[in-house]
């Protein structure tokens, strides 16, 4: 099993629509999490850390729930610039560190 | 905010040549930095932790004579691609942390690398 699955989609939502994005994880040693922006053939950009009590930036919200071991992206009122590929990242630091990215999630936004 | 520089950007080489791309940390120091590889419509996968002043942690798969990583100070991390083959082209990406916890990965700008 990997240590962090998303659904590949791709999600193809009009311009406006709400989306959400599930991450699961394996290791519940995991420390942080973040999602990631990617664009095609760009370096990965970080969107947003994940907080347990939920954090909020603008039109996304992430979510992390530690008892069932998932993460969540939701977009608000989405734009055609938001059409990309997100990865959940989890991140353990014990006795080594590594980043370890979920497959990723491709969203395409339609006008 | 925090920078990675990777370079170079794009190569192309013969086959059977060997690459070296760098990684730096332009303003924090990284203990560790990861070396990733992305071939096209598929995920980033983790090839090698780079740790500063000790040996490389290869995932499993990856051949760490073929992917020579060198991570000689707190700012320079470096992947060689040895006796690069065409089936090694892909975009490879370098990313680091600061020392402290917690605190997100920052990407290099990638390379990629075409072997012809």
């Known amino acids: 099993r990997k240590e962090v699955e998303q659904d590949p989609g791709p999600f193809n939502v009009p311009e406006g629509a709400t989306v959400a994005f599930n991450c699961t994880y394996s290791n519940s040693a995991s420390q942080s999490f973040f999602w990631y922006r990617q664009d095609c053939r760009k370096e990965p950009k970080l969107l947003m850390s994940?907080?347990?009590s939920g954090n909020e930036d603008g039109r996304f919200t992430a979510q992390l729930n530690r008892a069932s071991q998932y993460i969540s992206l939701l977009i608000r009122d989405s734009k055609l610039s938001d059409s990309a590929t997100y990865l959940c990242v989890g991140l353990y630091s014990g006795g080594y560190q590594k980043v370890t990215f979920g497959t990723g999630t491709k969203l395409q936004v339609i006008p | 905010g925090a920078v990675v520089s990777q370079h170079p950007s794009w190569v192309i080489c013969k086959s059977g040549t060997s690459v070296k791309i760098e990684c730096r940390s332009l303003d924090f120091q990284a203990t560790t930095m990861f070396w990733y590889r992305q071939f096209p419509k598929q995920s980033l996968m983790l090839m090698a932790t780079?740790?500063?002043?000790?040996?490389?942690?290869?995932e499993q798969g990856v051949e760490k004579d073929k992917f020579l990583i060198n991570h000689a100070s707190l700012t320079l991390s470096t992947l060689t691609v040895t006796s690069a083959h065409p089936e090694d082209s892909s975009f490879y990406i370098c990313?680091?942390?600061?020392?402290?916890?917690?605190?997100?990965?920052?990407f290099g700008q990638g390379t990629r690398l075409t072997v012809v």
């Open positions: 994940v907080y347990s």
């Open positions: 990313s680091a942390r600061d020392q402290g916890l917690n605190t997100e990965a920052f």
């Open positions: 780079s740790n500063e002043g000790s040996k490389a942690t290869y």
